[in-house]
């Protein structure tokens, strides 16, 4: 929930912001569960399938052993054993609710029959890329505190040198907001990620625009040699996967180039974007 308080919008402000105040976090933040889910769903409808087909057959011994295996096969593993010590329950349920869980689960169990239907190995990426969400709504919930007269901005009880900022972006999403930072070198670490509620994007950017102008000219530079290296390996990147798709036979052999330039490619627009803007 979005708790807010300000004094004068020339003076104080603070904010915390969670997943729950935005459909589209929340909607993100369901992603990672719902797969997961789905594999649940699914692997209790394939444990399902093989005790009823024992049991229709007569096969009494089997349906009890596929049974037994399934138990010993999750105890067998160290962490469901330590899972269920925890109180993990709790924050899970505070953030997704049993009707949204089993929706998303089922949803995702769907997604995962479709996507074998394409390719055996889809599956596995739709399970790779169900990461990605839960990468993007892991910093929630955050909070921040803003002290105009102060020229103080404090993010997660860690504050950001406004003096040290040499560029910042800023991209606003419905109910929220998302400030990128970006600092010169030497700088200890600090949040580069802010998220706030929309409303109060301007006097956040205001505020860093007090001393971005100051500090501009202070700004740290790459030098050529470290600027090309960084464009070399960032273009080898992007390449792997046009050269193997040249080289590769079709079939399987294009399927690895697929995946192959998708993931260092990844990583090769990166190290194109460092060496443009750094």
Not at 116 to 145: K, N
Request: hydrophobic letters at 50%; glycine letters at 10%; charged letters at 10%.
């Amino acid at each position: 929930m979005v708790q807010a308080t300000s004094d004068t919008e020339d003076a104080t402000v603070s904010w915390e912001l969670d997943v729950m105040d935005s459909p589209l976090l929340q909607t993100l933040a369901y992603v990672g569960p719902s797969i997961f889910g789905g594999i649940a769903i699914l692997a209790g409808g394939l444990l399902l399938y093989l005790v009823g087909s024992a049991l229709l057959d007569g096969n009494f011994a089997r349906a009890i052993g596929v049974v037994v295996f399934a138990i010993l096969a999750l105890l067998a593993r160290r962490y469901f054993p330590a899972l269920l010590a925890t109180n993990l329950i709790d924050p899970l349920w505070s953030r997704f609710s049993l009707r949204g869980f089993i929706i998303g689960s089922v949803v995702g169990a769907l997604v995962l029959l479709g996507s074998a239907q394409l390719h055996p190995v889809a599956p596995f990426a739709v399970f790779i890329a169900s990461w990605v969400p839960v990468i993007l709504t892991a910093g929630f919930p955050t909070s921040g505190y803003v002290d105009r007269p102060g020229k103080t901005l404090v993010v997660d009880d860690t504050e950001v040198p406004l003096d040290a900022v040499n560029a910042f972006r800023t991209v606003s999403v419905g109910t929220f907001a998302v400030c990128w930072l970006s600092y010169t070198r030497g700088v200890p670490t600090a949040p580069r990620i802010i998220c706030l509620p929309s409303r109060y994007l301007n006097i956040v950017s205001n505020l860093i625009e007090e001393d971005f102008g100051t500090s501009s000219g202070e700004r740290s530079t790459t030098d050529r040699t470290e600027r090309l290296i960084t464009v070399l390996f960032g273009l080898g990147m992007v390449a792997i996967g046009p050269v193997l798709w040249l080289l590769l036979p079709p079939g399987d052999g294009q399927v690895v180039a697929l995946y192959a330039g998708a993931m260092f490619g990844l990583f090769g627009m990166v190290l194109l974007w460092y060496a443009y803007s750094a």
